[in-house]
């Protein structure tokens, strides 16, 4: 005879499903509201009967619809937190509510599994007192994340208050996102939306795909600008309406325009000067890293509600790339 769930104990997280998460899985959406947990460690709270919509257990497949107020019986996550290490940040803007950092590329956001130190979220250890807790004691103060090897602009939360008032632009859309990418190949049009629902690769499952009528891909919706054309080449500026994980990678991919020097995507690492000069013995590497940079970012302030826009440029390996392109690879 199985073993019967323990009902819930102390008070529930109450989470109130938004407009724009209506229709997803309940596990998904669970791990979208509480990032300190894993997806698999949230299916067995589920599978516990520790979840309830309408004082009902539900199961991870259900579908939770806008306005449902979701009650979670949380275990309580273990009290440790990234080290806090010296590492220098370019801080872009700075207020007693909210930071704006300009990522590098190669940082991780923050630690997991082979990536425990050298993070960003280390380095906000260190700078700053105070952060929000709401990502949990591993993403103290990040309300978003950026890949290791993409760099650019991201928004982190100093206290609580703050982190809810941002997550809730990121969940409603209302967040401007923009970045710069240079591609392999040419799109055949100027600008364009890319419309393609995104899921786990069917076989790797580190990576992301497009997964049309599958139950568990979610709709995804890049449009795409084209900046300059080159032989072989182009630079594309990127809004992501959506933000799904590795969206912009893999929707360029899918139209045959992978992201320059994106190894998972586009199946190379590097690119050097000879290859696109044409000098085989010139063996300059330029880039070694995928060529996306999150340049623009236009929010609410979370307390006072003023527009805040920001904008870094390129840094110096895609600049590089781009004035040899413009040397030896103009249309």
């Given at each position: 005879m199985p073993r019967r769930a323990k009902p819930p104990q102390g008070e529930p997280l109450v989470l109130v499903v938004p407009p724009a998460h209506a229709g997803a899985?309940?596990?998904?959406?669970?791990?979208?509201?509480?990032?300190a947990y894993s997806r698999t460690h949230l299916r067995r709270v589920i599978n516990a009967a520790q979840v309830r919509i309408a004082g009902r257990r539900c199961k991870a497949a259900h579908r939770v619809q806008a306005g449902e107020r979701?009650?979670?019986?949380?275990?309580?996550?273990?009290?440790?937190?990234?080290?806090?290490?010296?590492i220098p940040l370019e801080i872009v803007y700075e207020d007693e509510d909210l930071v704006v950092v300009n990522k590098p590329a190669g940082m991780v956001v923050h630690p997991g599994r082979g990536n425990w130190r050298g993070t960003l979220a280390g380095a906000l250890q260190y700078h700053f007192n105070e952060l929000s807790t709401q990502g949990g004691p591993s993403r103290p103060g990040l309300v978003h994340r950026l890949d290791r090897d993409t760099s650019g602009l991201l928004v982190v939360a100093r206290h609580d208050q703050a982190h809810a008032a941002l997550a809730e632009q990121f969940a409603s859309r209302s967040?401007?996102?923009?970045?710069?990418?240079?591609?392999?190949?040419?799109?055949?049009?100027d600008r364009d939306w890319i419309d393609l629902p995104i899921g786990i690769h069917p076989?790797?499952?580190?990576?992301?795909?497009?997964?049309?009528?599958?139950?568990?891909?979610?709709p995804a919706q890049s449009f795409y600008e084209v900046c300059e054309r080159f032989r072989g080449f182009s630079l594309l500026r990127l809004l992501p309406k959506t933000g799904r994980t590795h969206q912009l990678r893999v929707h360029l991919?899918?139209?045959?325009?992978?992201?320059?020097?994106?190894?998972?995507?586009?199946?190379?690492?590097?690119?050097?000067?000879?290859?696109?000069?044409?000098?085989?013995?010139?063996?300059?590497?330029?880039?070694?890293?995928?060529a996306l940079h999150a340049c623009r970012l236009k929010l609410r302030h979370p307390l006072r509600g003023?527009?805040?826009e920001f904008e870094v440029p390129l840094p110096a390996d895609m600049q590089a790339v781009i004035a040899a392109l413009r040397e030896y690879r103009r249309l």
């Amino acid at each position: 005879m199985p073993r019967r769930a323990k009902p819930p104990q102390g008070e529930p997280l109450v989470l109130v499903v938004p407009p724009a998460h209506a229709g997803a899985r309940l596990d998904w959406f669970l791990a979208q509201q509480l990032p300190a947990y894993s997806r698999t460690h949230l299916r067995r709270v589920i599978n516990a009967a520790q979840v309830r919509i309408a004082g009902r257990r539900c199961k991870a497949a259900h579908r939770v619809q806008a306005g449902e107020r979701v009650e979670v019986y949380l275990p309580e996550l273990p009290r440790t937190g990234p080290v806090p290490e010296p590492i220098p940040l370019e801080i872009v803007y700075e207020d007693e509510d909210l930071v704006v950092v300009n990522k590098p590329a190669g940082m991780v956001v923050h630690p997991g599994r082979g990536n425990w130190r050298g993070t960003l979220a280390g380095a906000l250890q260190y700078h700053f007192n105070e952060l929000s807790t709401q990502g949990g004691p591993s993403r103290p103060g990040l309300v978003h994340r950026l890949d290791r090897d993409t760099s650019g602009l991201l928004v982190v939360a100093r206290h609580d208050q703050a982190h809810a008032a941002l997550a809730e632009q990121f969940a409603s859309r209302s967040v401007h996102k923009e970045y710069l990418a240079i591609c392999c190949g040419q799109p055949e049009r100027d600008r364009d939306w890319i419309d393609l629902p995104i899921g786990i690769h069917p076989y790797q499952r580190e990576k992301m795909a497009v997964r049309k009528e599958h139950p568990h891909s979610r709709p995804a919706q890049s449009f795409y600008e084209v900046c300059e054309r080159f032989r072989g080449f182009s630079l594309l500026r990127l809004l992501p309406k959506t933000g799904r994980t590795h969206q912009l990678r893999v929707h360029l991919a899918s139209i045959g325009c992978p992201v320059l020097c994106d190894k998972q995507y586009g199946g190379r690492s590097q690119i050097t000067l000879g290859e696109l000069s044409g000098s085989a013995a010139d063996g300059t590497v330029l880039l070694a890293r995928q060529a996306l940079h999150a340049c623009r970012l236009k929010l609410r302030h979370p307390l006072r509600g003023h527009l805040l826009e920001f904008e870094v440029p390129l840094p110096a390996d895609m600049q590089a790339v781009i004035a040899a392109l413009r040397e030896y690879r103009r249309l």
